[in-house]
């Protein structure tokens, strides 16, 4: 088995996927069946189901409904809150989805560590990211946030699909990004201009 094909763009692929599941649940999935019924992508034996024309109906329904709905005040939290669960779960499958030459048992490890966890993590994110933006801006800013969520969130799944490992690298430089950011917002807010941070002892 050839280790790029066979391990490093699946695996590349679907820890993009599931960090996508992080922000919508059912994109990437909705992506992924596409992908694998148009022949862009190879789908592991047990989930060939994903590019089926019922799946793909459900899927892209949903992932409608979804985006719509997070655009909506207080219907973006309930999705959020729903979304501690079934992120995780949706990410978990997208991981799996790609990466079954491994074998069953490593694949279903992957899943539920790697997918389910960096599903978990970036939603957790950005649910921290939408309940800051509602109390700064009281929700004006929420739809903005979430036009800008779904931007990310396609262009990363197609890249996902396409050229994995690009995808990969650009998820890392955005998981910095925001990372910096926060550390400096957070800087901003407990000292502010004029009040320099107080120096470590020695």
Do not use: Y
């Amino acid at each position: 088995m050839d280790v790029a094909s066979g391990i490093v763009l699946p695996l590349a692929a679907g820890l993009v996927l599931a960090a996508v599941a992080g922000l919508r649940a059912f994109l990437p999935l909705a992506v992924l069946g596409l992908a694998g019924r148009l022949g862009l992508i190879e789908l592991g034996p047990g989930f060939s189901w994903l590019s089926s024309a019922p799946a793909l109906l459900t899927f892209w329904s949903a992932c409608l409904a979804e985006l719509l709905g997070d655009k909506i005040p207080v219907v973006d939290h309930a999705l959020d809150a729903v979304g501690t669960v079934l992120r995780p779960v949706a990410g978990a499958l997208a991981l799996a989805a790609v990466t079954t030459r491994l074998g069953p048992l490593w694949t279903t490890v992957l899943a539920i560590v790697v997918g389910g966890g960096a599903a978990g993590l970036v939603h957790l994110g950005k649910a921290h990211a939408r309940l800051g933006s509602s109390l700064l801006s009281l929700g004006v800013a929420n739809p903005l946030l979430s036009v800008g969520e779904d931007v990310l969130s396609f262009g990363l799944a197609i890249l996902a699909v396409l050229v994995p490992v690009l995808a990969l690298a650009l998820l890392v430089l955005i998981i910095l990004g925001a990372w910096r950011l926060v550390r400096w917002l957070a800087r901003t807010a407990i000292f502010p201009a004029g009040k320099p941070a107080p120096r470590a002892a020695g």
